[in-house]
């Protein structure tokens, strides 16, 4: 953590940790554990949190022209997909589904993009 000053909270987060981590490096000493880092190439990690995102591919995403990711979305439907995915952003942030709309969010900025880019408005 950095701060110019610790506060009571810092304060009870540090030693919370700190009291963690003895009870860890305790038990790991009692069991014969060593700690290692993982081995797993990216590729192996199937089934991660990753894979619940929303799929901005769908035919609902897709643009004409090339944006980030190359899809193609006919012009005149943009302002369409441009209000839709809003409206989806905000119906997952509702939902407490906040990375799920992060990626809607970003990808909502690429389409923005390109909307001003192409003076389509």
Known sequence: MYADRE?????????ETSRRREMQRAYNEK??????????SIEALEGTAQDDFVDITKPAAKAKGKGKGGADIPL????QIISALKKEM???SEE??????????????DLEDLQVALGSR
Do not use: C, N, W, Y
């Open 7 to 15: 506060t009571v909270s810092m304060k009870k987060a540090i030693s």
């Open 31 to 40: 069991h014969g554990i060593t700690p290692r880092t993982i081995q797993k």
């Open 76 to 79: 005149e439907e943009l302002p």
């Open 90 to 92: 905000f119906d997952l």
């Open 96 to 109: 407490l589904e906040f990375e799920k709309a992060a990626v809607v969010r970003d990808r909502l900025k």
